[in-house]
């Protein structure tokens, strides 16, 4: 999302186009992002306020995917949370039981509203044995003012505190986010290509899952990043406009 169709709340040059183009021909666009820090209504209410067209596209997040697998392996277990008010509730309306005291399983979002008692408090719960899970990895987000810390960067506050990674990692470019997404829509791996700006999680993932891919310039990875040759499965375009070539 952030740096592949938009930057903070502008919209990258293309992308309204391409997703009524996509919509035009059939497509189902979604919105697939890492970014925990908003929920899906509220990344799909900010892309609207952008200019992008509500019904041309849907968003899912690595917070649908970790209430999912709360729900699916930790059902019973009391969660404490690091993020925002809105993702809280987000949490607790679709059942997870959240908690400020002994939880089993601590979640690390992107907490644009970190404290410092929040932060202390998640490291406590670390050291005490609680089950960790991060919703992503990506160490900065892109935004107007430049790139901003992420959930990375909070992971590793968390491990010079305490020593300890996160248990499971929900997000990209781990394929829980992918899998959960596909059952949810009914389809298989051949049905869906994946457009993403960062190599190390939506070009990593697409290739941990075997589905096709395009890695757009005008995020987080510059051409001078491409240090490797990618496999021939991943097409390297500049930006989402090129992609309206080809239609």
């Not at 059952?183 to 457009?195: H, P």
């Amino acid at each position: 999302m952030d740096g592949t169709i938009n930057i903070g709340s502008k919209p990258l040059p293309g992308a309204v186009e391409l997703f009524k183009k996509l919509k035009q021909k059939g497509k189902e666009v979604v919105v697939l992002t890492n970014n925990s820090s908003r929920t899906s209504r509220e990344h799909l209410e900010k892309l609207v306020d952008m200019g992008f067209e509500r019904g041309t596209f849907s968003v899912y997040s690595s917070v649908d995917a970790t209430i999912t697998h709360l729900q699916r392996y930790h059902k019973s277990a009391r969660v404490y949370l690091l993020g925002t008010r809105s993702v809280r509730q987000e949490f607790v309306e679709s059942g997870v039981q959240i908690t400020d005291e002994s939880p089993d399983v601590v979640v690390l979002a992107f907490d644009t509203e970190l404290t410092y008692e929040k932060l202390k408090r998640f490291c406590h719960f670390v050291r005490k044995g609680a089950l960790y899970i991060a919703t992503h990895p990506d160490i900065n987000c892109p935004s107007e003012e430049g790139p901003i810390p992420d959930a990375g960067s909070l992971m590793a506050a968390v491990e010079s505190s305490t020593g300890k990674l996160p248990d499971v990692i929900v997000g990209k470019p781990n394929p829980h986010l992918i899998y959960s997404l596909l059952e949810r829509l009914k389809l298989g791996r051949s049905d869906v290509a994946l457009i993403g700006d960062r190599l190390y999680t939506d070009i990593e993932m697409a290739k941990k899952v075997g589905i096709d891919a395009v890695l757009v310039l005008s995020g987080e990875t510059k051409r001078e990043d491409l240090m490797c040759s990618l496999p021939s499965t991943v097409q390297v375009l500049d930006s989402v406009a090129k992609i309206l070539e080809f239609f």
